[in-house]
């Protein structure tokens, strides 16, 4: 494969399946540092400013949790609420199974996860709440129905509230934002959570709690199941697809350097979340009112079915493009020297990936895989951190510097996981790549120049020629392509 060509199907796919040769080296290989943990960027240094910040967060979160704790406690009663709790978390691992599918190429850490869950959970569901208690009794003394806080009020509050979380992470923690994926996770998650305790409100009150009161407890059961059967079976993927919309434009604004858009993406995304919201509110309201029930139908199919559609379509073809990326980005640093054409073709796709995985255990064993794994993620950061240069995320002379110090540190980082793979597959030929070509060297000790074929010939790594470091900024102009070199002195 030339740096400037995608590999060809099937290559890396095959890797897997090359068989065993003759026994591996006797030599232990280099060390890598922290094997299976996938580096993350170098985070700010936490000055009193940001803790303060930290601090009220995690105080905000937990005091909302204690408020909803009580406030259902108090409305439905200890046996409604456990159950209306056992009944609501039943569907909470398969949404968020969905949502962590989407993050494969570049998982986010677990703490921004948990933030967003926990958000969207008790601070969203609190706020909420108050609203729309205090919206529905403003109605109430105006003689106007109730019904109305759902479609007037509720749907502006609770998709505020669920973003506020996420945009909290892109304000200040905006490099870690790949993209609209990251934002679909991000707030996907916090409506999940949002979902999951409104779930109980309805389950533990209007199943069960109410079921009980009139006619017993296996009336309350028949409702639970009742209401779990329509509210998530059926439409459980409501406030999560509300809340993506919101996420495309957080996602949009995260990869770009124009500012307008910075402003404008999130806002269009949340309005677009709200109007969703109140569409789907004022479905079963008109429909009580006329008592036609071809209204929910035709909206729920006319609608909702396509917007769910297209929004899962999207998303999957977000999956692939970051998959892409590191074929569009890295081969920069395939001509400079820093990486080799086999090792990006290798990152282009999950299968590929996963064949690399099982290439470094049967040449490296569990210490491989962990390496592997590591080394795949520090190269699809390295890709995001090369596209937000050429993007022009990084406007300020430190941010500049910053990305600068990033990008060197995850290129040593890659060089050291990389040890673990060079020369210990027995069926790859012993050879250096310089930035463009290869120097083979044959059995008989004969060395020679080779260049890049079209498609990769080698599995996972082959030696590198000494690199050289970037020096300050990368402006989109680099990767500085060296000439090629001799045999590295002293290689064996």
């Not at 079921?211 to 998530?232: C, E, H, K, W």
């Not at 080779?450 to 790594?461: S, Y």
């Amino acid at each position: 494969m030339r740096p400037d060509q995608p590999a060809a199907d099937g290559y890396a796919d095959r890797m897997a399946d090359t068989p065993p040769g003759s026994p591996l080296p006797s030599s232990p290989a280099p060390t890598a540092p922290s094997v299976g943990e996938a580096p993350r960027m170098p985070l700010r240094r936490l000055g009193w400013r940001r803790f303060l910040v930290l601090a009220g967060v995690v105080l905000l979160i937990a005091a909302c949790a204690v408020f909803m704790v009580f406030t259902l406690g108090q409305s439905l009663g200890a046996q409604a609420l456990l159950i209306g709790v056992a009944a609501a978390i039943l569907p909470v691992p398969v949404l968020v199974a969905c949502f962590l599918w989407l993050d494969r190429y570049e998982p986010e850490p677990l703490k921004y996860l948990v933030f967003c869950f926990a958000w969207g959970a008790f601070v969203s569901t609190a706020a909420s709440l108050t609203v729309n208690d205090f919206a529905a009794g403003r109605f109430d003394d105006w003689g106007l129905p109730s019904a109305l806080t759902g479609v007037l009020v509720a749907p502006f509050v609770e998709e505020l509230t669920k973003a506020l979380g996420p945009i909290l992470l892109l304000v200040f923690r905006r490099r870690e934002w790949s993209g609209i994926t990251d934002g679909l996770v991000y707030c996907g998650l916090s409506a999940v959570g949002f979902a999951m305790v409104e779930n109980i409100l309805y389950l533990g009150g209007l199943g069960y709690a109410s079921g009980a009161d009139r006619y017993g407890p296996a009336t309350g059961i028949q409702q639970v199941i009742s209401i779990f059967i329509l509210r998530i079976l059926l439409f459980g993927f409501a406030h999560p697809l509300f809340t993506s919309m919101t996420g495309i434009g957080l996602g949009i604004a995260a990869r770009t350097a124009d500012r307008r858009v910075r402003v404008l993406a999130p806002i269009a995304g949340l309005l677009l979340a709200m109007m969703l919201h109140g569409t789907w509110n004022l479905l079963p309201t008109l429909t009580q009112a006329t008592g036609e029930a071809l209204i929910m139908l035709y909206g729920f199919l006319g609608l909702m079915v396509p917007v769910f559609f297209g929004t899962v379509g999207l998303a999957v073809w977000l999956r692939a493009w970051e998959g892409r990326l590191t074929e569009r980005t890295l081969p920069d640093y395939v001509r400079a020297g820093w990486l080799s054409p086999p090792e990006v073709a290798a990152l282009s796709s999950l299968g590929r990936r996963h064949a690399a995985r099982s290439w470094a255990r049967r040449v490296a064993g569990d210490a491989g895989v962990r390496a592997m794994r590591g080394y795949q993620s520090a190269a699809t950061r390295l890709a995001l951190l090369r596209d937000g240069t050429l993007r022009g995320l990084d406007r300020k002379p430190a941010d500049q510097e910053r990305t600068a110090r990033e990008e060197r540190e995850l290129l040593d980082t890659i060089s050291a996981y990389r040890s673990f793979f060079v020369g210990r597959d027995p069926q790859a030929p012993t050879g250096v790549w310089d930035g463009s070509r290869y120097h083979l060297r044959f059995p008989d000790g004969t060395q020679r120049p080779v260049a890049a074929p079209d498609e990769p010939v080698v599995p996972i790594p082959v030696v590198l020629a000494p690199a050289p470091p970037p020096v300050g900024y990368a402006p989109p102009g680099w990767p500085g392509l060296r000439p090629s070199v001799p045999w590295p002195p002293g290689h064996p």
